[in-house]
């Protein structure tokens, strides 16, 4: 290839770096989500068309490839792209998460794909010849690739079935599966990866060494699968922010391997925004990163408060007793929960707010950093139904007007309003919460008192100037709608 287009391709994968941080900046925040979302978009289109043309030029200048190396590309990007489509087309917002953690296992997938052809047939990416054994760096980097892509592809296949919640499979339900021994098991497994990538690194001869490789490659994906049952529901959003980060330092470790710029920076920027993710997420509940990967907070037996709920005295009343409160109070706060993404009731949230809104109501929404299955799951699900990004307040900035507010009604949430967080004996002590508790007046509506993912009771439900309201989210808020009028 001459110079002049090397420069292009360079100038090109530098514009999509540039979109690609731009979208990072702007999916910050609600306001500028869509922005940040056309950015990215606008950067992965640059990138994949520079790809393309980029293999056509050295295609074109292998004699022996017959044109059938760029025919497979062009294939796979037009099977893939209308396969994305058409899942991104038919995915409901309650199932984003379970798609999320799909993208990271064929990312992870990918990653481990490239790595076997670069070992299989590494002049056919530039990085040795047929007559040369592999650089040690390429081989460490290749190792690096395989072990993270591997760990995030099976990792995300665990997640995916966690987060889905329909399937039998015991590894793919809510609850933790832990067995004796299960952290050595993992420790013992983590040094036989790395000692079999030093052999494979070390091995001599022009062959690579196939065996330490081939098993060291297993060994990852068992792996991804050992870490990701004990954990619980409680910290799927740590998981898939976790996740996120994966798949962002193996796409990172096979670029510095093929020598390709974008690879690099894009995998690092996935890599280091999803790690920084996974440490606001951690700091949001309380918890240590470590702990979270150990599987330590989902362990909470269900059974073991689930006998008493029901036997404790709460008050109970109608979406139209709900309706009348709330259409008599100056400053009303609503707490989004998964209930209310399971429901799709966002729409009729909307509508009713609206309609307290004009009979003189203050309202807004108060958004916990974990609350649902993923990270901002609750500000996507507003942002759908168009919900006005003024109305939006996170926990820090909202937490302060729970004191002085009339009315706070809790759809769906359980463990981000539980005031069990201040027990220092809690399961979930120092969690910060959304401090629903301190409101005049509280009304939560969930399908039943069963308990959250961590396991636990909430004293909530149970105070003497809380209402609960039984029932499916969209259908009871509807009925609000109609009280209101």
Request: proline share 4%.
């Amino acid at each position: 290839m001459n110079l002049v287009s090397m420069n292009l391709v360079t100038m090109m994968y530098l514009i999509a770096s540039v979109c690609f941080i731009q979208a990072l900046k702007g999916l910050s925040s609600p306001s500028t989500a869509r922005t940040g979302n056309a950015f990215g978009m606008g950067g992965m289109a640059i990138a994949a068309v520079t790809t393309v043309a980029l293999i056509f030029k050295l295609n074109s200048q292998a004699a022996t490839t017959g044109g059938m190396g760029f025919g497979l590309v062009i294939g796979g990007v037009v099977v893939g792209g209308a396969i994305g489509t058409y899942a991104a087309k038919k995915v409901e917002m309650t199932k984003m998460p379970e798609l999320v953690a799909a993208m990271h296992s064929l990312i992870g997938l990918a990653a481990v794909c490239i790595a076997i052809a670069a070992v299989s047939e590494p002049w056919a990416f530039n990085i040795a010849t047929r007559e040369t054994a592999l650089p040690f760096g390429n081989r460490l980097e290749l190792f690096i690739g395989t072990f993270v892509g591997a760990l995030t592809f099976s990792g995300s296949v665990i997640a995916f079935g966690k987060l889905s919640g329909k399937y039998k499979f015991r590894l793919f339900q809510g609850a933790p599966v832990s067995f004796p021994g299960q952290h050595i098991v993992n420790l013992v497994v983590a040094i036989a990866i790395i000692v079999l990538g030093l052999v494979f690194c070390f091995a001599d001869g022009v062959a690579p060494a196939w065996t330490p490789f081939i098993i060291m490659t297993v060994l990852a994906f068992i792996l991804g699968v050992l870490i990701i049952i004990p954990i619980g529901g409680a910290d799927m959003p740590v998981v898939v922010s976790m996740l996120n980060s994966y798949s962002g330092w193996a796409a990172a470790g096979i670029g510095f391997s093929l020598n390709n710029s974008m690879l690099i920076i894009a995998g690092s920027l996935v890599g280091s925004s999803g790690a920084i993710l996974s440490y606001i997420m951690c700091k949001a509940m309380n918890r240590s990163f470590f702990n979270v990967i150990l599987g330590g907070f989902g362990g909470a037996p269900v059974d073991a408060v689930g006998g008493a709920q029901e036997q404790k005295p709460h008050k109970a009343g109608s979406a139209e007793d709900a309706a009348f409160i709330m259409s008599n109070a100056e400053t009303v706060i609503i707490v989004p929960g998964y209930g209310l993404a399971v429901a799709r009731a966002q729409h009729a949230l909307k509508e009713l707010v609206e309609k307290l809104t004009h009979k003189g109501v203050i309202v807004k929404y108060a958004i916990h950093p974990v609350a649902g299955r993923m990270p901002g799951h609750m500000n996507v699900l507003l942002a759908e139904a168009e919900v006005p990004y003024d109305q939006v307040f996170e926990m820090e900035d909202i937490n302060g007007e729970f004191g002085q507010t009339d009315v706070v009604l809790v759809l769906g949430a359980n463990d981000v309003v539980n005031p069990a967080a201040k027990d220092p004996k809690s399961a979930i002590a120092g969690m910060p919460i959304l401090e629903a508790y301190r409101a005049k007046s509280i009304i939560v509506n969930k399908r039943s008192m069963a308990s959250g993912y961590a396991g636990l009771d909430n004293d909530l439900f149970y105070q003497p100037n809380t209402m609960m309201v039984f029932g499916d989210a969209k259908k009871v808020i509807e009925a609000m709608v109609k009280a209101v009028d």
